[in-house]
């Protein structure tokens, strides 16, 4: 799949999808629950005979009667049962996140064994189990701390389901993508060409709930807003507050605490900081559990020295400046409505970055000393992030342009690229 969604829902087989289902049918039991037609009426695959490489000649490029993923059964796939194993493996283990769990343990194991599983997610769910397994631990640990969140926020039943039904389906859209474009990084040391293709998965996984489950719409609504910021910064359509759904919202703070904890150092205290560093990026009322648990772990410990940060954060200020002052003249003298828009767009994300610049305080030296070196290296190393993500979605905004107007777009990608190098 290119970085659009398909164009005719899934009346073909997805080449990646297939691919993953094809590699997990060597481990598990995977079969046609029905007879496969084209669209001519032509029988393809019969019912109960397991997928093969025979089945992926004879799907390619050939439109479909009902969808493939509607006539596929994994018998020995993915259950309840197996989901709560994986949920009692992941509180069991010494890591921020089972910490952050912990409290609410017994609640979100009793209600993973009453989510309602379709064949459609079932047979997904298994082959990223067997062909992708840190895509299954990561659709499990969202699972459970959707959970955990809407517990603290005092959710009812209806809703706690709902919620972790968001958290372990999130990301299915992912399988429909080249896996060398996935989120295995953190969505932190993508290029632009692999961000192109990342940015559709959101929009993919709620085609797949609202096409092909019966599940609640609020469901598919939260998958597609699942990387929206509530300040415009995220993908794939750049919503704004009240156009992402409270589900939506929780799902994003989810995502954006299990991004950072399964970085480079993973840390509660790193990931309240992501969450609180940009003024208006995410909604405080589904963050406040998580900043909660950062305070009862032991304090960040910088990698680097004092004098070292300080010369750090002196060049992500100038870099910033720079940015500003670069978005600012372009903007001036832009012509094409997409240069413009894309100038807008980014300096928007510049000038609420530069707020949350200013309320970290980080521009003052008293402040710095002040302050734990371990969450001023943490604060800093998320602004450059922002940065590079600025970069990225000023570019996708911008689209395809004219040679001049690429040109004069490239001259601010500079500028952010000089902060992230």
Known sequence: MSAHAPKNGFSTANPHALATILEASQTKRIIAARDIFDIAGTKLWARDLPVSQTLQRKLLDRQLLHPLESCLLAEDGVTTHS???????????????A?????????????????????????????????????????????ALNGALMIAHGGGTAELRVAMLCGLLHDLGEMYIDPKHGEADADRALDFHSYQQLVVHPHVGKLLIDQLTNYP???ARAIAEHHERLDGSGYPHCLTRDQVSPHGRLLAVTEA???????EHPHLARASVALRVVPGEFDLGWVGPISHAARAQPALHATLGAEEIQARLAGLDAALRAAQDSASVLASGAESPALKDALGLAQHLL???????????????????AVDAGEVEAVEDELLFRLHSIRRAALLRAGALPAGDAQRLNLLCERLNEAVC
Do not use: C, Y
Request: proline residues 4%; aromatic residues 4%; hydrophobic residues 45%.
């Open 217 to 219: 719409s609020a469901v």
């Open 257 to 263: 605490t299990l991004s950072v904890l399964r970085g």
């Open 83 to 97: 989901l709560v194993r994986a949920t009692q493996s992941l509180l069991e283990r010494d890591t921020p996140l």
């Open 99 to 143: 910490a952050l769990l912990r409290p609410h343990a017994d609640k979100i194991v009793r209600e993973v064994s009453h989510l309602p599983l379709h064949s459609v997610v079932q047979l997904l769910l298994t082959a990223g189990q067997a062909s992708r397994p840190e895509s299954f631990e990561h659709a499990v640990q969202a699972m």
């Open 351 to 369: 000038s609420r970055l530069r707020a949350g610049w200013n309320a970290s305080g980080l521009w003052s030296k008293e402040m710095v000393a």
